[in-house]
């Protein structure tokens, strides 16, 4: 974050089973990336994010109240700034267990549909292209 003099970091991280033992699908995060990006790309995740609260404010970093409130965030940041810095090194996992909000794919569908929709007030066809970089870098990942 020095380094860039960035508001805004992610890292790499792997997913884990739910006994947290690392399977090796590894989530490779790219240099920097823009909010038109992150709205393709839901690569960064939560516990690898860290901000410089000294260049956002604490209502910057504050969660919306709606479904996926981790990514309108992101979102929300970057309409604020140039870019976030992505650090491709593995710096956590992500523990997949049976029966979570996100191990359900079709909600996932629903709250990123609703998302593009409802809160960035995408119009469909931006809603429709977006969503098909997501869907694609989000099967990608899996494999």
């Known amino acids: 974050m020095q380094e860039h003099e960035c508001e805004f970091s992610f890292t790499s991280y792997q997913f884990a089973d739910e006994n947290a033992v690392p399977n090796g699908s590894i989530v490779h995060v790219p240099e920097k990336i823009n909010y038109n990006q992150a709205l393709k790309n839901t690569t960064i995740w939560t516990s690898t994010v860290m901000f410089d609260l000294t260049k956002l404010g604490k209502e910057d ?83």
């Open 61 to 143: 970093v504050k969660m919306p109240n709606v479904k996926s409130e981790d990514t309108a965030c992101w979102w929300k940041i970057l309409k604020k700034i140039d870019y976030a810095y992505g650090l491709d090194e593995i710096l956590s996992f992500y523990r997949r267990t049976a029966g979570t909000l996100s191990s359900n794919k079709f909600e996932a569908i629903k709250r990123i549909w609703n998302l593009y929709r409802n809160v960035e007030h995408l119009n469909i066809f931006k809603s429709a292209y977006c969503f098909c970089g997501y869907a694609v870098r989000a099967v990608l990942r899996r494999v």
